[in-house]
C-alpha cells in the first residue's frame, strides 16, 4: 500500500475516531461523572496505546542511534510498556497525549507531502492536536479536570464536542478527497 493510500485511510479511521469520541463527550453529565473521569486513570487501555506509542517512536528514532543499538528498540519497547502499566498514574492520558503529539506530526506531514486541500487550516488543527497532547502528557490530571469540566458546563461541553467534529469532519473531507483522487 503507498503512502498516500495510508495518509487517506488514517484521516478516514481518525475520523470515525472523533466521531465516537464527540459521542462520548455529548454524553459526559454530573450523573454519570464518577464513571467518566476514571478514563485517564484506565491502566489496561492506557498499556496497551503507551506500546502503540512506543512502536510508532522506534522507526522515528533508528536515526538518532547507531545501527547497532537498533536490535535492542523493540524489547526497550515492549519493557517500556510493562513497566508504565506497573508505576505510571493516569496511564490513559499519557498515553493518548503521546499518540496526540505523533498523530499531528504525522498529518501535518503528510497533509503537505500530498498538498491536502487547505493545509494551511488543516494545520491548525494538528497544532492544537498536538498542543493537547502535550498538555495530558505532562499534567494529565487536566484531562480528568476537562471531563468534569464538562460535566458541570455545559456550554464547555458543546464547544469540545463542537470542535473535536469540526476535526473530524475535515479529516473526513481530506480523507475522501484523497482516496479519490481529487486532492493534490
Known amino acids: 500500500m503507498d503512502a498516500l493510500k495510508i495518509y487517506a485511510i488514517s484521516l478516514l479511521v481518525f475520523a ?29 487501555a492506557g498499556m496497551v496505546l503507551a506500546a502503540i506509542d512506543l512502536l510508532w517512536c522506534i522507526p522515528h528514532t533508528k ?8 536490535v535492542y528498540l523493540l524489547p526497550t519497547a515492549v519493557v517500556l510498556a510493562v513497566v508504565a502499566f506497573l508505576y505510571l498514574d493516569y496511564l490513559f492520558s499519557r ?21 491536502s486541500p487547505a493545509a494551511p487550516f488543516f ?26 469540566l464538562a460535566a458541570r458546563s455545559r456550554y464547555y461541553k458543546y464547544m469540545l464536542a463542537a470542535l473535536t467534529a469540526g476535526f473530524g469532519l475535515f479529516s473526513l473531507l481530506l480523507g475522501i478527497l484523497h482516496l479519490t483522487g481529487r486532492a493534490g
Open 123 to 148: 494545520s491548525l488543527f494538528c497544532f492544537a492536536l498536538g498542543i493537547v497532547g502535550i498538555f495530558f502528557s505532562g499534567k494529565p490530571y487536566l484531562m480528568r479536570d476537562a471531563i468534569r
Open 63 to 70: 536515526p538518532l542511534l547507531p545501527e547497532w543499538l537498533h
Open 95 to 115: 498515553a493518548i497525549g503521546g499518540f496526540f503529539i505523533l498523530l499531528a506530526y504525522y498529518f501535518l506531514h503528510e497533509s503537505f507531502t500530498f498538498h
Open 16 to 44: 470515525m475516531a472523533t466521531g465516537v469520541a464527540v459521542w462520548w463527550i455529548a454524553g459526559i453529565t454530573p450523573e454519570n461523572l464518577k464513571q467518566r473521569e476514571q478514563l485517564p486513570r484506565k491502566v489496561f
